[in-house]
C-alpha cells in the first residue's frame, strides 16, 4: 500500500525559498496526478498545483508563479519549491496522489509538515 | 477565476438524522466528452489529513460507509450523509478538479451533533 510522507524545515524566514519534498513508499511517481495542498492553521484547504507523472503541470494562479513541482522518478520523490515567502505562507503542507479509479483526485495523503514563515 | 462555495458554513444535526451540504462552482464542471463531473468531496477530523469520500460527484471511494451519498450535476451538487454518527463531525469540504480549470476547493461545513 502507497504511503507519503512530507518533509521540510519547519521553519523559513521571509523573502526565502521554501522546499519541500514528498518521499513515496510502496508505489512509484510514474502514475497519477501528484497534488500539493495546504492549510493554514485554524483554516480550509488550499490547492497549490497538481503535477501528472509525465510532467504536465497545473498551478494556483494566486501564487502568481511562486510554485514550482518537480518528479525525481529515481528517487520515488514529489518535490515543492515555493519562493519570496512571507507569513501568509505559513501552513501545512499535505502531498496527495490519484488513484487508478481517479488519477486527478488526491486519494492518498501524506500527514501534512507544518511550515513557518518568520523571522 | 472559478469560485466553489459551500453552503451552510456549519450545521448541528441530531445523531441518527439526515445532514445535507450543498456546493456550488461559479463554472460547470461537467465534462460532456466523458460525461463526469470532475467535483470530489472530503472529509477532515482534526490533526488528520483530508480523506476522499467520493468523486465523480457521486462515486464512493473504497471504504467509505454507504450512509454517504454524493448527487449533482453542472455547477450545484450536494453531500448526503443519511443517517448521522457520531464519527461523522468532521469539516467536509468539496472540490472541482476538471481539467481545464483551476482546482479549487470550497470553504468548508462543519458538521456537529445537535
Known amino acids: 500500500q502507497v504511503q507519503l510522507q512530507e518533509s521540510g524545515p519547519g521553519l523559513v524566514k521571509p523573502s526565502e525559498t521554501l522546499s519541500l519534498t514528498c518521499t513515496v513508499s510502496?508505489?512509484?511517481?510514474?502514475?497519477?496526478?501528484w497534488n500539493w495542498i495546504r492549510q493554514p492553521p485554524g483554516k480550509g484547504l488550499e490547492w497549490i498545483g497538481s503535477m501528472y507523472y509525465s510532467g504536465s503541470t497545473n498551478y494556483n494562479p494566486s501564487l502568481k508563479s511562486r510554485a514550482t513541482m518537480s518528479v525525481d522518478t529515481s528517487r520515488t520523490q514529489f518535490s515543492l519549491k515555493l519562493s519570496s515567502v512571507t507569513a501568509a505562507d505559513t501552513a501545512m503542507y499535505y502531498c496527495?496522489?490519484?488513484?487508478?479509479?481517479?488519477?486527478?483526485?488526491?486519494?492518498?495523503w501524506g500527514q501534512g509538515t507544518m511550515v513557518t514563515v518568520s523571522s | 477565476d472559478i469560485v466553489v462555495t459551500q453552503s451552510p458554513d456549519s450545521l448541528a444535526v441530531s445523531l441518527g438524522e439526515r445532514a445535507t451540504i450543498n456546493c456550488k462552482s461559479s463554472?460547470?464542471?461537467?465534462?460532456?466528452?466523458?460525461?463526469?463531473?470532475?467535483l470530489g468531496w472530503y472529509q477532515q477530523k482534526p490533526g488528520q489529513p483530508p480523506r476522499l469520500l467520493i468523486y465523480?460527484?457521486?462515486t464512493r471511494e473504497s471504504g467509505v460507509p454507504d450512509r454517504f451519498s454524493g448527487s449533482g450535476s453542472g455547477t450545484d451538487f450536494t453531500l448526503t450523509i443519511s443517517s448521522l454518527q457520531a464519527e461523522d463531525v468532521a469539516v467536509y469540504y468539496c472540490q472541482q478538479y476538471h481539467p481545464t480549470l483551476t482546482w479549487t476547493f470550497g470553504q468548508g461545513t462543519r458538521v456537529e451533533i445537535k
Open positions: 465523480w460527484a457521486s
Open positions: 463554472q460547470s464542471v461537467f465534462e460532456k466528452s466523458n460525461n463526469v463531473n470532475y
Open positions: 496527495a496522489r490519484g488513484s487508478s479509479v481517479c488519477f486527478e483526485c488526491s486519494v492518498t
Open positions: 510502496g508505489g512509484s511517481v510514474s502514475s497519477y496526478y
